[in-house]
């Protein structure tokens, strides 16, 4: 059974920090490249940070410098830190995967695999 289980989500105020995370189990972690996408009100679901196997990271302009995604492969997760939260953030979070890689990580056609999503909310 493959499963992608985000967390930590919730309501924090505007410049705040949060951590979410995806752990994952069923497949072999380490050899999936990784990404999160976010899917907010009256937009469709956007690419922001990716991970391949080897650490290489990529992010979305809009979440450049903001947004942090890191992987734990010994504990089969995947992290994205968010600083200095704005309204825009507000979303629900997915994680996603996908073996090896893909040419365009940024797009959700390269991922195979999902979870559920967790949500964010920013007020100001």
Request: hydrophobic fraction near 35%; include cysteine; aromatic fraction near 10%.
């Amino acid at each position: 059974e493959v499963l992608l289980v985000e967390s930590g989500g919730g309501s924090v105020q505007a410049g705040g920090s949060l951590r979410l995370s995806c752990v994952a189990s069923g497949f072999t972690f380490r050899r999936y490249h990784l990404a999160w996408f976010r899917l907010a009100q009256s937009k469709s679901r956007e690419g922001v940070a990716t991970i391949d196997t080897g650490g290489q990271t990529i992010y979305a302009d809009s979440v450049q410098g903001r947004y942090i995604i890191s992987r734990d492969n010994a504990k089969n997760t995947l992290y994205l830190e968010i600083k200095d939260l704005k309204p825009e953030d507000s979303a629900t979070f997915y994680c996603a995967a996908v073996p090896g890689g893909c040419v365009r990580p940024l797009m959700e056609v390269c991922y195979d695999r999902w979870g559920q999503g967790t949500q964010v909310t920013v007020s100001s």
